[in-house]
């Protein structure tokens, strides 16, 4: 408890939390500084897209995907991180290395607001906690892997601030709605397979957070939250009422009707597992830096990982009841998210690329964090979250 004591005193800790994931991020900028980058197919498409944002032919949806037919291409859902990337593209003048910056840029927001939120909620050291565990999922992925705007690395920071937000609307804070909107519509509207666990995320966020409001304050921020929902959404929409077929309903008729089966549920459930392995995680962070991006398979156990899983449930079940409000809530996210993982995993259609499940592993470092606060606060109730 001293140990506990002496960390949450020192202020410098917030600073050091917030900075931490952006610093192999700035790294990584300035080691891809020479040679040139040359952006070629889909990183080529998507700054001819960042070009576009303000002028006559500003983006409507998002990058070209694998939907639809090769005559009547589907595109993932939203423009947003087109928008996003624009400003400080145009600011540093324009030219591929400025792109690399909007992208780093991009990420260390989100880590930013998913460390402050922590921070906002649970004080000084969960937040050096959840900084840690960003660190180490950014160096197990890769850091160079983040200086570059390819739309499924693109919202692999937001979805932890995605989490976080609906963390926090749980306890009530209605901060944590127009995070969840802001973060799930550049998830969303950024890769596909990233619409359906959103959905869910901020169905659970908002229900929770109307159970933890009440009065005026509650239509006031709920009436925020749809105002800001629509906004970020009406590119998608303007696209869909204007085109023949609109984005959205090619999109439907993918998913709806896809050309391949999907993978079911036997091997969506071994991805799942495997992206639980924490060992292996925290293995290629340390000795393996970029193993995890870079390779397919990569060599996590679903062995492990369901030993982690059943460990990890059995703790958060368990305390739940004599859990704080925070760490319940922390409990509930682990499991919906998790939830919402294995169904999106076994609706994977075609080969399982390692693209495609890389946000698993936040998934898996939000319930080990959330079985630890739970299992913590038994221990040392005054020094866990919420209290």
Same mark, same amino acid.
């Given at each position: 408890?001293?140990? +506990? %004591?002496? $960390?949450?005193?020192?202020?410098?800790? *917030? /600073?050091? !939390? @917030?900075? =931490?994931?952006? #610093?192999? &991020?700035?790294?990584?900028?300035?080691?891809?500084?020479?040679?040139?980058?040359?952006?070629?197919?889909?990183?080529?498409?998507?700054?001819?897209?960042?070009?576009?944002?303000?002028?006559?032919?500003?983006?409507?949806?998002?990058?070209?995907?694998?939907?639809?037919?090769?005559?009547?291409?589907?595109?993932?859902?939203?423009?947003?991180?087109?928008?996003? +990337? %624009?400003? $400080?593209?145009?600011?540093?003048?324009? *030219? /591929?290395? !400025? @792109?690399? =910056?909007?992208? #780093?840029? &991009?990420?260390?927001?989100?880590?930013?607001?998913?460390?402050?939120?922590?921070?906002?909620?649970?004080?000084?050291?969960?937040?050096?906690?959840?900084?840690?565990?960003?660190?180490?999922?950014?160096?197990?992925?890769?850091?160079?892997?983040?200086?570059?705007?390819?739309?499924?690395?693109?919202?692999?920071?937001?979805?932890?601030?995605?989490?976080?937000?609906?963390?926090?609307?749980?306890?009530?804070?209605?901060?944590?709605?127009?995070?969840?909107?802001?973060?799930?519509?550049?998830?969303?509207?950024?890769?596909?397979?990233?619409?359906?666990?959103?959905?869910?995320?901020?169905?659970?966020?908002?229900?929770?957070?109307?159970?933890?409001?009440?009065?005026?304050?509650?239509?006031?921020?709920?009436?925020?939250?749809?105002?800001?929902?629509?906004?970020?959404?009406?590119?998608?929409?303007?696209?869909?009422?204007?085109?023949?077929?609109?984005?959205?309903?090619?999109?439907?008729?993918?998913?709806?009707?896809?050309?391949?089966?999907?993978?079911?549920?036997?091997?969506?459930?071994?991805?799942?597992?495997?992206?639980?392995?924490?060992?292996?995680?925290?293995?290629?962070?340390?000795?393996?830096?970029?193993?995890?991006?870079?390779?397919?398979?990569?060599?996590?156990?679903?062995?492990?990982?369901?030993?982690?899983?059943?460990?990890?449930?059995?703790?958060?079940?368990?305390?739940?009841?004599?859990?704080?409000?925070?760490?319940?809530?922390?409990?509930?996210?682990?499991?919906?998210?998790?939830?919402?993982?294995?169904?999106?995993?076994?609706?994977?259609?075609?080969?399982?690329?390692?693209?495609?499940?890389?946000?698993?592993?936040?998934?898996?470092?939000?319930?080990?964090?959330?079985?630890?606060?739970?299992?913590?606060?038994?221990?040392?109730?005054?020094?866990?979250?919420?209290?």
């Amino acid at each position: 408890m001293t140990i +506990l %004591a002496g $960390v949450r005193r020192l202020p410098s800790l *917030t /600073a050091l !939390a @917030l900075l =931490a994931p952006a #610093v192999p &991020l700035v790294v990584a900028l300035i080691a891809r500084r020479h040679p040139i980058w040359v952006p070629d197919l889909d990183l080529a498409l998507t700054e001819l897209r960042v070009r576009d944002v303000g002028g006559a032919h500003s983006p409507l949806v998002g990058l070209p995907g694998r939907i639809g037919t090769l005559e009547e291409q589907g595109s993932h859902p939203g423009p947003i991180s087109f928008y996003l +990337l %624009a400003p $400080v593209y145009r600011l540093l003048g324009g *030219t /591929a290395f !400025a @792109l690399q =910056a909007a992208t #780093v840029a &991009l990420h260390a927001a989100a880590a930013v607001v998913t460390v402050g939120l922590v921070r906002r909620q649970a004080g000084r050291a969960w937040a050096v906690a959840v900084s840690a565990a960003l660190v180490a999922f950014i160096a197990g992925i890769g850091p160079g892997l983040f200086t570059e705007p390819w739309n499924p690395h693109l919202p692999l920071l937001w979805w932890p601030a995605c989490l976080a937000g609906v963390w926090c609307a749980l306890q009530g804070d209605s901060v944590g709605l127009p995070v969840v909107v802001l973060a799930g519509a550049i998830c969303g509207q950024t890769h596909v397979p990233y619409l359906g666990p959103v959905a869910v995320l901020t169905g659970v966020a908002v229900v929770g957070w109307i159970r933890r409001s009440s009065g005026s304050r509650r239509v006031r921020h709920l009436g925020g939250a749809l105002l800001l929902t629509a906004t970020l959404w009406v590119p998608p929409l303007v696209d869909q009422v204007t085109r023949d077929p609109g984005n959205a309903s090619l999109l439907a008729d993918h998913l709806l009707s896809p050309s391949e089966p999907a993978i079911g549920v036997r091997e969506g459930a071994r991805l799942v597992f495997e992206h639980l392995d924490l060992a292996h995680l925290l293995r290629s962070a340390v000795v393996d830096p970029g193993r995890l991006g870079e390779r397919y398979p990569s060599g996590a156990s679903a062995g492990r990982g369901a030993l982690v899983a059943a460990a990890v449930g059995a703790t958060i079940v368990a305390g739940h009841r004599r859990a704080g409000r925070a760490a319940r809530g922390a409990g509930v996210v682990a499991a919906v998210a998790g939830g919402a993982a294995l169904v999106a995993a076994t609706r994977i259609v075609g080969y399982p690329w390692a693209y495609l499940l890389l946000w698993l592993w936040p998934v898996a470092l939000a319930a080990a964090l959330a079985a630890m606060a739970t299992g913590l606060e038994q221990r040392w109730r005054p020094w866990m979250p919420g209290r």
